[in-house]
Nanobody, 122 residues
């Protein structure tokens, strides 16, 4: 069993900052990629910031220069520093990890957290 848990969402004024955290735990053999995604009502989930298998960082154009993805030691902790937040950043933010697990006979699956609400409003 693999667990992904996000924290750190909340209400912030435009121009403010928030830091999201994510912890990946459980029967992990290898974490291949991790990333942050967001979704608003009626829209598809979109990629915000991700680490590739080569440890490169990819960002959505809408957040470049404002958001920074980072990791703790190892790959099981993920962070998203969000600065200069805008009302259009309001969404539920999800952490996801592509994990090869002992429980799945090393087959890689994508695991999602439950999501954390970020609301940018004055």
């Amino acid at each position: 069993q693999v667990s992904v848990v996000e924290s750190g969402g909340g209400l912030v004024q435009p121009g403010g900052s928030l830091r999201l955290s994510c912890e990946i735990s459980g029967s992990i053999f290898k974490i291949l990629t991790t990333g942050w995604y967001r979704q608003t009502p009626g829209n598809q989930r979109e990629s915000v910031a991700t680490f590739t298998t080569s440890d490169l960082r990819n960002y959505a154009d809408s957040v470049k220069g404002r958001f920074t993805i980072s990791r703790g030691n190892g790959r099981n902790r993920l962070y998203l520093q969000m600065n200069n937040l805008k009302p259009e950043d309001t969404a539920v933010y999800y952490c996801a990890a592509d994990v090869s697990s002992w429980d799945t006979n090393f087959v890689t699956n994508r695991y999602w957290g439950q999501g954390t609400q970020v609301t940018v409003s004055s």
